[in-house]
């Protein structure tokens, strides 16, 4: 029983950080119908240039903001330079369906190809803001380290200003009236394009800060973060992929889940759990634990 | 006077004249273009079952890799325990990837656009770390698989290379033949309808579900051949082979040939082999992390610059140019 | 003024509106009347930018409405309600009328206006925390006109008010678009299909046929002209 509770304590600080990628899927989702597969690269390249400002700085405080806000303007300009563009000549036909899901694949490819050839392809550690060792209690030790504490503390501050942001500012409403009622948007005078930016700068931003907060605790690679889009990915499809408390939601539980899955089956298992967890949401429950029935085939 | 022949034959005319141009060319370059040519060979049969699923029926699949990986595995642990002949064991690549297929299909036929995406990229991820799990799929290892030595009575100058073409070039005849086949038959049109317009296909009576089983089904079948072709190329099977980079890379031979047009899988097939190439020339000189890492750039890059100015891929662009071409002779 | 000269749009192959000129007048209703397909909402989304025109133009007072996108017309005192109640159902009622006046940012007179279009639409003061899923459809198409106003337009795009709503409801918007327009020297284009409602309180009506105007003139000429009727208002 102990051993139980352990390895769900363990989950814990994971399922904190795919919530935050399942949040940056999600408001890039909402505002554009596009899942953005290449936010693993996005994330990637933030937590290098995070790695390169904490070489210079040794501040891990300066290198987390460098990081975060570098996400954003990748972000934004991942919407600017490219999604942008494609969705204006939008056809019909199979190449109007893919061409979203082929464009940012071709940009993970080359983000991560160009990370490589900057920082090489050898793996990294990316320093913790506090020790990653477990804390013992009265003598017994509980598996979850002040770095633990951290995540879980700075991924519920992002998830509350995320909250507060679009359920009590301007910016905000003219966010979720973009991504619900596009036409009504504009038509209320809402610059749609501006707000979808923005909306791709916070995803970029959100993403960077689940690459910086995961790589203390895996490693870093041009590719490493991989792993997190899909476990991101299928936090947002358990959450509905439409809500974001869903998304949140949907990230705990896939860490909690993934933790037991590591503990009893081992470590080969668990990527196979978050396919076939995929699987069964989409079959059992296609519209995610929160959605509305009907909304999953746009 | 073309016309008169029936449509078949003339297909089977065309795959008989490709097959002696091949024999012909393998006899006059050298060794290490032998070996390419059996890569291309493979690759082709990859972009098919992609084209086919992609283009006939509008689904994205980011999970081929891994259908290559079961298709890879099957043909190999038939010849490894059982001891079954080449030829049958690519039929087992072809079943046993549309068995796991069939089942990816149904799920796919409830998703669309990015859900299929990402569930398959799942699998993509997730199928490989259980090859290395398990022992009896030798690990990172992997199996041995090879096409053997090439027959004696052929003579001491028939290269192991040259058979390695020989059957991986004939695997892929034969599938070329029966991807246009099926692209041309009831179902190909089928496929056709759903992907223009699912509701009007429902309404004429299609089962659009079950239409979109049975395409994810073949496709795998393809990806299956594909896997065990591949396989022989580099004489075993392991899980590095099939890493999610192999999913995205057939993809992007599909998306530059074109997702729609099944020649178009040879032009993206040709495009896959000459990227290593052009990053090798282009990286001469500078650091390893460039060379290793400059074909994934040129790969992206290819694929972002394709669907922002030739959404149909270079198929399509030549289509519209003969298209263009001919209006003009006419007028 | 609204002043369109020859105004053409195409839908691909479809001319859905045919070199229409007219004029509107400052403080009048236009009623746009005509057929299911005759190129009405056409003329409308036109005007407001959310479709392209292929020719003439489109001016209200000196600005050229066909050089602005859609976001940026609202700006200049042009709001348009869409076919189809548009009101935003992931929003509650309240924000849907606050996302009317967002552009306007801090100004102070959004209360002012807010407080106005409560007066005029009691039922959504009642609704405000509610979300605009949950309201039946008058009470969404009285939120839609609700949001447009809050923009404080001088010049409204209405169309198809009367869609799908019973008799006494259609009869209680109409009038509420009449007094209001009366009250504040509102300039009101007016696309119905129910013609008897808008040629009731518009003053000048043109009859749209497969994007052509076949017919304009004053609304009660319009109204009364038995031949007419039949042939392009089927009653």
Request: charged share 15%; hydrophobic share 55%; with cysteine.
């Amino acid at each position: 029983m102990q051993q139980f509770i352990d390895t769900l304590i363990l989950g814990v600080s994971f399922g904190a950080i795919y919530a935050l990628m399942a949040l940056a899927l999600i408001l890039v989702w909402r505002s554009t119908r596009v899942v953005n597969f290449a936010q693993a690269g996005q994330a990637v390249l933030s937590t290098y240039i995070g790695l390169e400002i904490h070489r210079l700085t040794s501040s891990y405080w300066i290198a987390l903001i460098v990081a975060v806000i570098a996400g954003g303007i990748v972000g934004g300009l991942v919407d600017l330079l490219m999604v942008r563009p494609l969705s204006r000549h939008s056809g019909t036909g199979p190449e109007a369906a893919v061409a979203p899901v082929i464009g940012t694949l071709g940009l993970l490819a080359i983000v991560q190809g160009v990370v490589g050839i900057f920082w090489g392809g050898e793996f990294r550690k990316y320093p913790a803001a506090f020790s990653t060792d477990a804390i013992s209690i009265g003598g017994s030790r509980i598996p979850f380290s002040p770095f633990d504490i951290f995540i879980v503390a700075i991924v519920l501050a992002v998830m509350v200003a995320f909250g507060f942001i679009f359920q009590r500012t301007g910016l905000g409403l003219a966010m979720r009236a973009a991504a619900f009622g596009s036409e009504v948007a504009q038509l209320a005078g809402v610059r749609t394009g501006r707000v979808r930016t923005v909306g791709w700068s916070f995803a970029g931003s959100a993403g960077a800060l689940a690459g910086v907060l995961i790589t203390p605790n895996v490693f870093l690679a041009p590719n490493s973060l991989d792993l997190l889009l899909v476990f991101g990915f299928t936090a947002a499809v358990i959450g509905g992929l439409e809500s974001m408390v869903g998304g949140a939601l949907g990230g705990l539980a896939l860490g909690l889940g993934l933790a037991i899955v590591l503990q009893y089956l081992g470590s080969s298992f668990t990527f196979m759990a978050a396919f076939v967890v995929l699987i069964v949401v989409l079959l059992v429950r296609p519209q995610g634990l929160l959605g509305k029935k009907g909304a999953r085939r746009a | 006077m073309l016309k008169l022949i029936p449509r078949p034959l003339r297909t089977l005319i065309v795959i008989a004249l490709l097959a002696v141009v091949f024999i012909l060319l393998a006899d006059r370059v050298d060794e290490y273009r032998v070996y390419q040519g059996a890569t291309i060979a493979a690759y082709v049969v990859a972009i098919i079952s992609i084209v086919l699923l992609t283009g006939y029926s509008g689904q994205v699949s980011l999970g081929h890799g891994a259908l290559m990986a079961v298709g890879g595995y099957s043909a190999a642990l038939v010849v490894q325990n059982l001891h079954w002949p080449l030829w049958i064991s690519f039929f087992v690549a072809v079943l046993g990837a549309a068995a796991v297929g069939a089942i990816l299909g149904i799920a796919a036929a409830r998703l669309s656009g990015p859900y299929l995406a990402g569930t398959t990229l799942a699998f993509a991820v997730g199928l490989p770390s259980i090859a290395n799990r398990f022992t009896a799929l030798g690990g990172e290892q992997g199996i041995g698989y090879d096409v053997g030595l090439p027959p004696a009575r052929f003579g001491d100058s028939f290269t192991q290379y040259k058979w390695l073409f020989w059957i991986c070039a004939a695997a892929t005849l034969v599938a070329v033949g029966v991807a246009i086949h099926i692209s041309r038959s009831r179902y190909g049109r089928i496929w056709r309808a759903v992907r223009a317009d699912e509701t009007a296909a429902a309404l004429a009576g299609i089962n659009v579900a079950r239409s979109k089983v049975l395409v994810f089904t073949i496709s795998a079948g393809f990806a299956g051949l594909a896997g065990a072709l591949f396989s022989t190329t580099v004489f075993l099977v392991a899980p590095a082979s099939f890493s999610l980079g192999l999913s995205f890379l057939i993809l992007t031979g599909a998306v530059i040939g074109g997702v729609r047009s099944i020649y178009g899988a040879i032009i993206g097939a040709f495009v896959l082999i000459i990227i290593p190439i052009i990053a090798e020339t282009l990286s001469s000189g500078a650091s390893e992390s460039v060379a290793t890492n400059l074909p994934a750039v040129i790969t992206g890059a290819l694929l972002v610059l394709t669907v922002l100015l030739s959404p149909g891929g270079t198929a399509a662009t030549f289509e519209h140019l003969t298209k263009a071409i001919r209006g003009k002779v006419r007028h | 003024m609204l002043r369109i000269d020859s105004l053409t749009t195409d839908h691909g192959q479809v001319r859905a509106v045919d070199h229409v000129s007219f004029d509107v007048e400052v403080g009048s209703c236009t009623a746009v009347i005509g057929a299911n397909g005759a190129g009405k909402s056409s003329l409308l989304r036109t005007l407001s930018g959310l479709v392209k025109s292929s020719s003439g133009s489109a001016h209200w007072g000196d600005i050229d409405l066909l050089k602005l996108p859609t976001s940026e017309i609202v700006r200049h005192g042009v709001a348009h309600v869409p076919e189809g109640r548009s009101v935003i159902a992931e929003l509650s009622v309240e924000e849907n009328l606050t996302l009317g006046a967002l552009w306007r940012g801090k100004d102070p007179d959004v209360a002012v206006t807010k407080s106005e279009v409560l007066d005029l639409f009691p039922r959504l003061g009642e609704r405000l925390k509610q979300g605009a899923d949950s309201l039946s459809g008058g009470e969404r198409q009285m939120l839609a006109i609700g949001r447009a106003l809050m923009a404080r337009p001088k010049l409204l795009l209405l169309d198809e008010p009367s869609l799908g709503l019973a008799p006494i409801v259609i009869e209680q918007i109409f009038h509420t678009i009449d007094t209001m327009r009366k009250a504040t020297g509102l300039t009101v284009v007016l696309v119905e299909q129910n013609a008897v409602s808008a040629l009731g309180i518009a003053n000048h009506a043109i009859v749209l046929s497969l994007g052509k105007i076949v017919v304009s003139g004053s609304a009660s000429d319009i109204a009364s002209d038995e031949s007419l009727r039949h042939a392009y208002l089927g009653y």
